[in-house]
């Protein structure tokens, strides 16, 4: 008899919890269902609009698994909510070890958050010849953590994104033309007018030069050995460094073949003689 009471009470135990919770797990499925269907709608929304503003196409990808594992982690909080689940403490616990993990990966995250931006803000893309952290090279690859450069000597270089970015930036590659400047001296002795002819003549009617009819050739310093010209010329991004160097030696061989000196340092010492008057 008391085996049947308690067989009798443990099976209106389990209908009533049945009548409680059976109803709560078929709207939880449901709402799962919806809500997995709507964040996939909103993912791709949001890759069609990343799509649209040019992002990097690196970054993408990216922000899509960010935004969908964060829009899940929702969903599931409010359905473990609605089927009775205390979520209060596992918050919580999940606030404390993401704050550990946090201290403990301090300069990861700091990396992470620069790679972002960098993806993000585009201060440079592949292929740019940028100055940074004391290096200058070619961008080779942007990773989330550190990028990637090319030195013009083979050398591969990795500078984590974090100080990476938060530091000056030089970037070469932005502008289509870019200023070459040099510096030629010449004795004092020498004609001014006449090394001005030659630099010109030199500089400003090769080709690659762009500003021919803005030629900036100007005496710029009377110096200790030399009177020194600075001359200026606008080119394409991809002559900068074939004009630079090509002119220097161009320069040196006309003033060789025009009788226009190059002085290098010197100094004259004079040497005076100081009588002494002795007393005897």
């Known amino acids: 008899m008391n085996f049947d009471f308690k067989e009798n009470d443990w099976m209106e135990r389990i209908s009533e919890l049945a009548a409680l919770y059976v109803p709560k797990v078929i709207l939880a499925i449901i709402v799962l269902i919806v809500g997995l269907a709507v964040i996939k709608k909103l993912i791709r929304l949001l890759r069609i609009q990343l799509e649209k503003r040019s992002a990097d196409p690196s970054l993408i990808p990216f922000l899509s698994g960010i935004a969908n594992a964060l829009l899940v982690i929702v969903l599931i909080l409010s359905i473990a909510e609605m089927v009775g689940v205390e979520t209060t403490s596992f918050i919580a616990v999940l606030g404390a070890a993401s704050l550990a993990i946090g201290l403990a990966l301090q300069g990861s995250l700091s990396n992470f958050a620069g790679g972002v931006l960098i993806l993000l803000m585009k201060p440079f893309k592949v292929g740019d010849v940028i100055e940074a952290q004391g290096v200058i090279a070619s961008v080779s690859e942007i990773k989330i953590f550190h990028t990637v450069l090319k030195s013009y000597d083979g050398k591969t270089i990795i500078l984590p994104n974090g100080p990476l970015y938060n530091d000056k930036i ?59 010209f600075k001359v200026r010329a606008r080119v394409i991004q991809a002559d900068f460094w074939g004009v630079y160097l090509d002119m220097i030696e161009r320069i040196k061989k006309a003033f060789d073949r025009e009788g226009i000196s190059i002085p290098y340092p010197q100094m004259d010492a004079h040497i005076f003689n100081e009588t002494k008057n002795q007393g005897g």
């Open 170 to 228: 030089i970037n070469y590659s932005t502008e289509p033309e870019r200023l070459v400047e040099w510096v030629f001296g010449i004795g004092y002795d020498d004609d001014i007018d006449k090394a001005r002819s030659i630099i010109y003549e030199v500089i400003f009617t090769d080709p690659r030069v762009l500003n021919k009819d803005d030629a900036y050739i100007k005496l710029a310093e009377l110096a200790d050995s030399s009177v020194n």
